[in-house]
């Protein structure tokens, strides 16, 4: 496969971002055609072994050609969704849900609005993500699980912990949802009660000054390569994670500590509990509510203190992270990958060649319905209304395949018209080419100045094609740029019953009825469903 991964930036050492420069080494070590293209330099903490391009901008034209585009975060996403064809399935990597960052709290319309892009194919790293993207947004995606480096994270000999108590902590404190300031006090707290200790930090930032008023010890490590990480993490006696809701996705630090046979004390969230499925028991940690300072000091106390409590953190923290292999989860990657891929190249539409487009004489000819020449005296204008007239002409009358190509010639000669995009859209859909039509739509991505019709023409085409969870994102992203008609959430509920989601097509039937009480369709389909 011809893969290209899209990063805001390459450089600067983030959890997401050296997640998918390995997957990308390691789906080019298999044999595949990778390119990583940032904004950024690449990174001089790891050694790349596929492509790297340096861009201004992710513009379709600075990006190659290839099988899959992989957007790795919510501002990539629209440059992938809006590659083209020619540039591969659009992909999104979700490694955490951007939504509820308090730090994106100003544009969390617009990561929705992402999320609900048609078209997109969806990967996750966890189940509570895949269950998030399902839940909230409607999205059947697939789930790879993540991965830690074994060469690099790996056991060290057991040890009693000496004093002071060495207390591990990883991440900028400027990240709100790592909410590294409830492992400050819980420190602070053990500390004030006795407990000789030293935090040891590593971050990509330096310290903050909220870190720096600190009334206890403080190691600060800044900047580790992912290839110091493991003796940093078997250094340490017990572990800490502190992040505090559902909008972190994985945490990886957590798991390469356990990794390395450390004991941890995790906060009571998703992400933690995910582990819990892989090993059926919860004897991987000591788990306390997130922003209580005083529990954690408490666990990180008992972790530390208890040579049974610890020897049995460590067993069952080394079980849980021999569950996240990079060669399973690039396997896992890797199937997704080529699945999405072939069913993109099996289902793209035709393209007209660019020879045809250009001579548009021989496009009219080709339509069937338009003679060869233009009228004497007449221009490109007469000439595209010529062949409006003509597709009208066809489509009353029953010729709907003569009135679509007619209608298509006439876009020919006036692409940037948006209304004559989507009238050309309803003729591919009229005479039952679905492929044709979603081709028309995406040729010029969303810019139609038509949102709402545009993404109800997308999921009536996606319809066709059997596409039932696309044609369900498609009608919501139709619903949330204005279209709540009756009409609109009846389609809905059509394309989440045939997607198997019963329950949510029959609130949208219920919907319909409510803004439009004898809809006949949606009496239909509502007294069709089976009992609940």
Not at 111 to 124: E, K
Not at 386 to 399: D, I, K, P, Q, Y
Not at 429 to 450: I, K, S, V
Request: aromatic fraction near 6%; charge should be negative; include cysteine.
């Amino acid at each position: 496969m011809r893969i290209t991964y899209l990063l805001e930036v390459a450089d600067q050492l983030w959890g997401g971002v050296k997640v998918a420069l390995e997957d990308a080494n390691w789906l080019s070590r298999r044999g595949h055609q990778v390119t990583v293209v940032s904004r950024s330099g690449p990174p001089a903490w790891m050694q790349l072994d596929c492509a790297f391009l340096q861009v201004e901008d992710f513009r379709a034209d600075n990006l190659p050609d290839g099988d899959v585009v992989v957007g790795t975060f919510w501002t990539t996403v629209p440059w992938a969704a809006s590659a083209g064809p020619g540039k591969g399935a659009p992909v999104h990597f979700c490694q955490g849900y951007e939504g509820d960052n308090p730090a994106f709290a100003a544009v969390r319309d617009r990561i929705d609005a992402t999320y609900r892009l048609p078209g997109l194919h969806h990967v996750t790293v966890s189940p509570h993500l895949t269950e998030l993207l399902c839940s909230r947004f409607g999205i059947e995606s697939r789930e790879v699980g993540n991965f830690v480096d074994t060469s690099v994270h790996k056991p060290g000999p057991r040890h009693r912990p000496k004093a002071p108590l060495r207390v591990g902590l990883v991440g900028p404190y400027s990240v709100a949802l790592k909410d590294l300031a409830t492992g400050y006090a819980a420190c602070e707290l053990a500390h004030n009660a006795g407990q000789e200790l030293v935090l040891v930090r590593a971050s990509t930032e330096p310290p903050t000054p909220e870190e720096q008023d600190a009334t206890f010890p403080v190691e600060w490590h800044q900047h580790l390569r992912p290839d110091q990480m493991g003796d940093f993490y078997r250094s340490l006696d017990v572990f800490l994670g502190t992040s505090k809701g559902a909008e972190e996705g994985f945490f990886l630090p957590a798991v390469e500590a356990m990794a390395c046979g450390v004991p941890s004390v995790l906060t009571d969230i998703p992400c933690f509990r995910n582990h819990q499925a892989r090993v059926g028991h919860e004897r991987y940690a000591l788990f306390v509510e997130p922003q209580d300072p005083r529990a954690m000091a408490e666990a990180m106390v008992l972790a530390g203190a208890l040579p049974d409590v610890r020897a049995t953190l460590r067993a069952g923290g080394i079980e849980v992270a021999g569950h996240y292999r990079h060669d399973s989860h690039g396997e896992r990657l890797e199937a997704a990958l080529a699945e999405i891929a072939a069913s993109y190249s099996q289902r793209a539409p035709h393209v007209e060649p660019a020879a045809t487009r250009r001579d548009l004489r021989l496009v009219a000819t080709a339509a069937g319905t338009a003679p060869a020449q233009p009228a004497a005296g007449g221009n490109l204008q007469d000439l595209g209304a010529s062949l409006r007239r003509t597709a009208a002409e066809a489509l009353n009358g029953g010729r709907q395949g003569d009135g679509a190509r007619a209608m298509a010639a006439a876009l020919c000669l006036d692409e940037a018209n948006p209304e004559l995009r989507l009238e050309s859209a309803r003729a591919w859909l009229a005479a039952a080419r679905p492929e044709r039509a979603l081709a028309t739509l995406d040729d010029r991505g969303n810019e139609t100045g038509h949102e709402a019709l545009a993404q109800r023409l997308r999921a009536n085409a996606l319809h066709g094609l059997g596409l039932m969870q696309e044609a369900a994102q498609a009608v919501r992203a139709s619903i949330a740029a204005g279209s709540r008609d009756a009409d609109t959430y009846n389609l809905l509920g059509v394309t989440l019953f045939e997607a198997g989601r019963l329950e949510d097509a029959r609130e949208s039937f219920e919907r319909a009825l409510v803004l439009e009480p004898e809809h006949a369709d949606a009496l239909a389909n509502l007294a069709a469903m089976p009992a609940a």
